[in-house]
T-cell receptor, first 114, second 115 residues
Framework: EAGVTQFPSHSVIEKGQTVTLRCDPI?????LYWYRRVMGKEIKFLLH????????ESGMPNNRFLAERTGGTYSTLKVQPAELEDSGVYFC????????????FGPGTRLTVT | AQSVAQPEDQVNVAEGNPLTVKCTYS??????LFWYVQYPNRGLQFLLK??????LVKGSYGFEAEFNKSQTSFHLKKPSALVSDSALYFC?????????????FGRGTQLTVWP
């Protein structure tokens, strides 16, 4: 089966601009997660969708971040307006169910805000 | 609160020697523990997990990990390292009793295996 895909692989934007990241999970996986890794630090959770519903968005840093998963398939993460501290690698992961436990990760989107 | 510590930023080992990448955790409920590996310009690949049962779990590429409840550790091991094992390794934990699936990660350990 195809893995988790993310687009774009890299994005360089100026402070104040808007960027939208996309994640396509593995087909049939109801659970979709977004994580972020700032350079040299741990990977941090952002939010968790179950189908199209937000199960847990406690990791979202502020209201400049908006995640959607219309129809329970792919997801988008929009940052508007972007700030310098938003730079990092954004990972998407999916899993079939909570009990199956392991999450499958995409290659990530490297976001650089200048 | 849940957390993971990987005390070593880097581990260097000669090819053919055994390797250990350390991980300790803190979790309020039942620990579900995971190891992931990231090769350059790639996403995280799942290596192995501990949910319940035998404390020694075996995973991909000859890796194994031992769950130690009293020491709250889940160290990753391999009897004989390969140059191709060089990568960034992440330990992660979640609360198995929670309906929230979020993983808590360590900062990662860069493993370098030299020929």
């Amino acid at each position: 089966e195809a893995g988790v895909t993310q687009f774009p692989s890299h994005s360089v934007i100026e402070k104040g601009q808007t960027v939208t990241l996309r994640c396509d999970p593995i087909s049939g996986h109801d659970n979709l997660y977004w994580y972020r890794r700032v350079m040299g630090k741990e990977i941090k959770f952002l939010l968790h969708f179950v189908k199209e519903s937000k199960q847990d968005e406690s990791g979202m840093p502020n209201n400049r971040f908006l995640a959607e998963r219309t129809g329970g398939t792919y997801s988008t993460l929009k940052v508007q307006p972007a700030e310098l501290e938003d730079s990092g690698v954004y990972f998407c992961a999916s899993s079939r169910s909570l009990t199956s436990s392991e999450q499958y990760f995409g290659p990530g989107t490297r976001l650089t805000v200048t | 609160a849940q957390s993971v510590a990987q005390p070593e930023d880097q581990v260097n080992v000669a090819e053919g020697n055994p390797l250990t990448v350390k991980c300790t955790y803190s979790v309020s409920g039942n620990p579900y523990l995971f190891w992931y590996v990231q090769y350059p310009n790639r996403g995280l690949q799942f290596l192995l997990k501990y949910i319940t049962g035998d404390n020694l779990v075996k995973g991909s590429y000859g890796f194994e990990a031992e769950f130690n409840k009293s020491q709250t550790s889940f160290h990753l091991k391999k009897p004989s390292a390969l140059v191709s094992d060089s990568a960034l390794y992440f330990c992660a934990v979640r609360d198995g009793g929670s309906t929230l699936g979020r993983l808590y990660f360590g900062r990662g350990t860069q493993l370098t295996v030299w020929p």
